[in-house]
């Protein structure tokens, strides 16, 4: 039987920050991840987020995931998919938090969802940010060392999120910092990124 999470606010905070900067990297691998960490005893889920421990969602989650391991990794492809999976992560993200957090209060559990959803597109648009800075590069290489790091990090963080949810929350809150203080420049990606993406729907 799986174990239901109860754990302090802070603590839920932090795992929360933790896991949704690391769906808005990659939202596939980070399900898959508590999925799997869940299934084999390894982390209690809140009584909301039981589901993700269920067999058709790791492998479907898993599924996704190989898929998008090779999609993201082509040039100019990758434009297209992300621009698609803005509309995919944060609503998903904002979602997982609506459901880990169904113990409290509604107007504490907007507040989550919001912050959920706000967090992964944050990261979302660092990624975008990235790859529309590497994307123009002529060779595949710089795309594909970006997408293994975007992976690392995602799976890294959902994983130490689990074992120490306030370092990963701290280092996703870092991130989240960074990435802002870098608003202006990831604007101008992320206006880069549907152009390019509409381009390539064009041809």
Known sequence: MLDVLKIPSSELLSLLVAVSFAAGLNLYATVAVLGLLARFGHLPLPPGLLPLAGWPVIACSGALFVIEFFADKIPAFDLI???L???IRVPV???LAYQA???LSPEHQLLATILGA???LIAHAGKTGARAAVTPSPEPFSNIILSLGEDAVAIGL???ATRHPYVAGG????LVV???LLTRWVIRAMRALFRGAGREFAG
Request: hydrophobic share 60%; proline share 0%; no cysteine.
């Open 158 to 160: 959902t994983w130490m």
């Open 178 to 180: 960074i990435i802002v």
């Open 85 to 87: 999976h803005t509309f």
């Open 81 to 83: 998919w992300n621009a």
């Open 118 to 120: 706000g967090i992964a």
């Open 171 to 174: 280092l996703a809150t870092a």
């Open 93 to 95: 993200a904002g979602l």
């Open 101 to 103: 957090t169904r113990q």
